[in-house]
């Protein structure tokens, strides 16, 4: 289907990460979200440049369903903006007040991403991803629109789509993906309650169209039984985080090195959907009984952005929370994307030869 070597799809908002992987062989795929479609121009052509000719995707966000759906887009953020409640302003402002995080200083650079997680947002986002010679465009919440799985395939592009259910997979065929990414609650970012094993072979026996196994795939032994349980290839994301060529602060980077699997928890104080993050006091704290209660996407990542880009930029590493998969509990040294990638493969086969002398046995 797409012309790769190996059937490894790597999630990445670093775009050097995605070109190595797709040069080491598997398909890399930008995460479009937290990119201006300026930015996103930018990101695109410089992988373009460095893919060597290689395949590649784009990952955006298209939800199904959120709050201020129905609003025309000039008045979108302004409206949505009165829905957010002073009760959570103050929180997130107490939160942060007694962690001591300071405001951000006159010279820091101007917020980025005010408003994510809509059609609104992700439709320019598509628009510059076509211009490019894309070979996937994946869609990360809820089966894409129906007129951009057309216009991808107007283009030549494959189009796919993330499920947690067997009943999200058969959603996302009708609208015509060409492969299904069927995740497993151990997954980092959204992701549902049931868990990769579970999940995938319910998925393969629903769908008549490729499965990519994802959630907890972190080696080659975990992309030998995705496979055995029916899938055609592996999606991965927590894998990259720590790789040489990722952008991720070192702060972060040294948190998910020291990580075990525990250290995770779903979580919607991020977006106001479901997401597993790495668990801190900032996850915690929404959890309380002091907390108001998360408010709906996109209203939550709203409130919160602003206070996610301080904490960020601060000391304050205990609030510091981002997504995160369990697989981090196996995340415990920093190696090249190239030298993970061919990891993966020696792994996979050697779990494939020792599943081969258990059958001769």
């Not at 439709?123 to 991808?152: F, S, T």
């Not at 015509?176 to 868990?195: N, W």
Request: aromatic residues 6%; proline residues 6%.
């Amino acid at each position: 289907m797409f012309g790769i070597e190996l059937p490894i799809f790597a999630f990445s908002h670093c775009r050097d990460v995605v070109a190595a992987v797709s040069r080491a062989g598997g398909m890399g795929v930008l995460g479009a979200l937290y990119f201006t479609p300026e930015e996103l121009e930018m990101e695109l052509k410089w992988i373009d440049e460095h893919v060597d000719g290689r395949p590649y995707g784009v990952d955006v966000v298209m939800p199904a369903s959120y709050e201020g759906a129905d609003f025309a887009p000039e008045e979108l953020v302004g409206r949505l903006q009165t829905m957010i409640p002073e009760g959570h302003r103050a929180f997130v402002d107490d939160l942060l007040a007694r962690h001591g995080v300071p405001e951000l200083t006159a010279d820091a650079e101007p917020g980025r991403v005010l408003l994510g997680w809509t059609d609104a947002t992700a439709r320019p986002q598509v628009e510059v991803a076509l211009r490019h010679p894309i070979a996937l465009l994946a869609n990360a919440l809820g089966p894409p629109p129906a007129d951009v799985v057309k216009l991808a395939h107007e283009r030549g592009v494959k189009v796919a789509a993330l499920a947690s259910t067997p009943r999200h997979a058969l959603k996302q065929v009708e609208v015509g993906v060409d492969v299904v990414v069927a995740q497993g609650t151990e997954a980092g970012g959204h992701t549902g309650e049931i868990s990769t094993m579970v999940l995938i072979p319910q998925v393969v026996d629903a769908v008549d169209v490729p499965v990519l196994a994802a959630g907890g795939i972190g080696n080659g032994r975990q992309m030998a039984a995705g496979m055995a349980l029916g899938a055609e290839g592996v999606w991965t994301g927590s894998l990259w985080l720590t790789v040489e060529e990722a952008d991720t602060p070192e702060m972060a980077r040294r948190r998910i090195l020291e990580a075990t699997s525990r250290d995770t928890v779903r979580s919607r104080s991020w977006t106001g959907k479901p997401a597993r993050l790495l668990r801190n006091e900032w996850t915690d704290a929404w959890e309380s009984e002091e907390s108001p209660g998360t408010l709906p996407m996109p209203l939550q990542f709203m409130l919160v952005s602003g206070a996610l880009r301080r904490i960020g930029r601060s000391d304050a590493s205990e609030l510091a929370t981002f997504p995160a998969g369990q697989i981090i509990g196996i995340t415990n040294q920093v190696r090249s994307t190239k030298d993970v990638v061919f990891g993966l493969v020696e792994e996979f086969g050697e779990a494939l030869d020792r599943l081969g002398r258990l059958t001769r046995d």
